[in-house]
């Protein structure tokens, strides 16, 4: 459940913590701001505890278990800040903890596996980095006696684990900004188990693989803020958010899950749309910002959206995006909610921080649309802008043949397209033209 949280502190829990069904891998702000405050919210709360674990550092898994798990979600609107208690982190652990992870995944009473591990997580490259240890448990070691480094190495040696013990069936829920990440995940997940034939025929039988879209501005506190709204409200671990939440999932749960729609989420036989509208418009629109913006000598998204510049390439980009979503989904009304979502002062959303992991944003966020022009017949020229801004933070003086490399990068369609490829170019030598330093 979520209560109102008092200046003084956060108390105690008022009643038995609920069992863990729930093993959450990549703690953070992200994930106690949407899928846990879901979890607090739901209707059956008191049977949905999370166990949730970090990804290196033990630093926040401590905080919060020096106070039984709970935190406090400030919802910062323009006008106030609200807050919550939120109680459905039973347990939380640092990276380090592998074996209790391998417990918990193979534990009857798991029922789901959830993820935020940023889009990078997902790459072959990173996942490359765990061959040895998978091959020594294809080779029949002990999921205990092998160490993997990634987040979806870990999945994978947990996974055999609970096959092990004879494990139920679990769904997997990706909330990780990638356009059908649910068959992303599954993807990775099968290629790393490739070797392993009882496990891979396992994980067709038992395991569910869930896409989600997620929609929520969390921005990461400096330590200064996170500091006095620790002393505000009596917590070591409070998180920031935009009141706006939005969760649609699509995908079995065959061992169960919270009534995750009685506290607002939305189950869909069709998510693309859903997961189009979010990454194109906001997730697009944070990137183009993020470089764009960055060029123009502004730090946060609040800054950068009321630069006249800036606003004029976001509503160019948004007008080439909306053309290819559904009309039935109010895009009109979303941009309109973006623009005061991101002109929010009191949500210090840095570009810096949405700039990391570049590469890959883009890739999912921007290519698409621009593909998508291209193969219309237009020119996606507000697509090249964020391309090109993307160039110009890194190289503001990019020849011809850096801009045909990075936009190779991003998309091998759009890098075989000369006329886009000049048109990038064309952008690069405007974009040096709006640069303030």
């Known amino acids: 459940m979520t209560s109102s949280t008092a200046a003084h502190g956060l108390g105690e829990r008022t009643t038995a913590a609920p069992p863990v069904r729930i093993v959450h891998l990549g703690l953070g702000a992200f994930h106690r701001s949407h899928e846990a405050w879901y979890t607090a919210r739901a209707a059956d709360a008191a049977q949905w505890g999370i166990a949730a674990y970090s990804g290196r550092s033990s630093a926040l898994a401590e905080a919060l278990n020096a106070q039984d798990g709970l935190y406090t979600l400030v919802v910062r609107s323009q006008e106030d800040d609200r807050a919550e208690r939120v109680d459905s982190i039973v347990r939380a652990h640092g990276g380090s903890e592998l074996q209790r992870f391998l417990a918990d995944v193979a534990a009857a009473t798991t029922a789901i596996v959830s993820l935020t591990i940023t889009e990078a997580a997902y790459s072959r490259d990173e996942t490359d980095t765990d061959a040895a240890a998978l091959r020594a448990l294809a080779e029949g070691a002990e999921p205990s006696a092998v160490e993997p480094r990634t987040a979806l190495g870990r999945v994978v040696v947990g996974l055999e684990a609970r096959r092990r013990a004879r494990g139920g069936p679990l769904a997997l829920v990706s909330c990780d900004n990638l356009p059908d990440n649910g068959g992303v995940l599954r993807d990775a997940i099968e290629s790393l188990a490739a070797s392993m034939p009882e496990l891979r025929d396992w994980i067709g039988d038992t395991v569910s693989f869930v896409s989600s879209s997620v929609d929520r501005i969390t921005p990461r506190l400096s330590d200064e803020e996170a500091a006095a709204l620790s002393e505000r409200y009596g917590d070591r671990a409070p998180v920031v958010t935009e009141p706006f939440s939005d969760w649609v999932l699509s995908g079995e749960f065959p061992g169960g899950r919270p009534q995750w729609e009685t506290a607002g989420a939305r189950f869909t036989d069709d998510l693309e749309p859903w997961e189009a509208r979010k990454l194109w418009l906001l997730n697009g629109a944070h990137t183009l910002l993020a470089s764009l913006g960055r060029l123009r000598g502004h730090r ?47 949500i210090r959303h840095l570009l810096a921080q949405i700039a990391l992991d570049a590469d890959t944003k883009m890739r999912v966020r921007i290519a698409p649309v621009a593909e998508r022009e291209r193969s219309a017949g237009r020119s996606a020229e507000a697509c090249a802008t964020v391309v090109a801004a993307w160039i110009a933070v890194d190289d503001p003086d990019a020849d011809r043949p850096r801009v045909e490399h990075d936009v190779a990068r991003l998309s091998a369609v759009l890098g075989a397209d000369a006329g886009f490829v000049d048109t990038v170019f064309d952008a690069v030598q405007r974009i040096g033209d709006l640069t303030v330093w």
Not at 330 to 339: D, I, N, W
């Open 300 to 346: 946060t998204v609040s800054e950068a959206i009321v630069d006249v510049e800036c606003l004029r390439a976001v509503e160019a980009y948004w007008d080439e995006a909306g053309r290819h979503l559904p009309v039935d989904l109010a895009v009109r009304e979303y941009r309109s909610a973006l623009l005061d979502r991101f002109r929010n002062p009191r």
